[in-house]
């Protein structure tokens, strides 16, 4: 019910645009978010959008280089990301929490890699 798509390979200092696809019934009243899992890692937090307020948070490590943002139209969550570094380098997953603060839906997760 959430499909990402958007990753691939890219070039320090790079952008990266992913998006995630999400069913309207879920995405309508869903907090969405983004997570990451680096290798050998705990997943992590990303960012986060309100359904209602559309206010964001983002983890200190992207603040100023990544900006999430919905389409209502569309169904779908976005995550624009500039300046990669190779520490950005993981796996990012979309979510979805209807219960707060619990993350109810999870995508499949898009590969990021950005080379030195």
């Known amino acids: 019910q959430l499909v990402e798509s958007g990753g691939g390979l890219v070039q320090a200092g790079g952008s990266l645009r992913l998006s995630c696809a999400a069913s309207?019934?879920?995405?309508?009243?869903?907090?969405m978010a983004w997570f990451r899992q680096a290798p050998g890692k705990e997943r992590a937090f990303v960012a986060r959008?309100?359904?209602?307020?559309?206010?964001?948070v983002y983890a200190d490590s992207v603040k100023g280089r990544f900006t999430i943002s919905r389409d209502n139209a569309k169904n779908t969550l976005y995550l624009q990301m500039n300046s990669l570094k190779p520490d950005d380098t993981a796996v990012y997953y979309c979510?979805?929490?209807?219960?707060?603060?619990?993350?109810?839906?999870w995508g499949q997760g898009t590969q990021v890699t950005v080379s030195s």
């Open positions: 979510a979805a929490s209807i219960t707060n603060p619990s993350y109810d839906y």
């Open positions: 309207g019934d879920i995405f309508s009243r869903s907090d």
């Open positions: 959008m309100s359904w209602i307020t559309n206010r964001a």
